[in-house]
């Protein structure tokens, strides 16, 4: 169970950031070094680097350096144990909301004509 929630724990954290995201929709599209992805968001090497990095952490991202050149890459990773822990919260709340409806509906139902 550790495993599954520190692996969590990087794929959320990898998507908390919108320049993470906008990294993966980047190269959603066509692979990118490092300095174009740099180029692309404005920020130093440094910076972009450590965005890399975290993705890279996650499994959402792969690297292959040549000569001086770090070549980014979508990975391999699926989302499947994060869909399917969404999932299991989506149901959750879907079932509370289901219940509070219920309650509303009798509320509604016992209010008296004066609307009091």
Known sequence: MVQYIARLDNSFGALSDATRRGVLERLGRADASITDLADAFDMTLTGMKK???I???AGFVTTEKVG???TCRLGK???DEEAAWI???RRLWEARFDVLDDVIEDLKQK???DGR
């Open 51 to 53: 965005h890399v990095s």
């Open 87 to 89: 999932e299991r919260y």
């Open 68 to 70: 001086r050149v770090r």
């Open 77 to 79: 990773r699926i989302l």
């Open 111 to 113: 209010e008296k004509p």
């Open 55 to 57: 993705l890279e952490t």
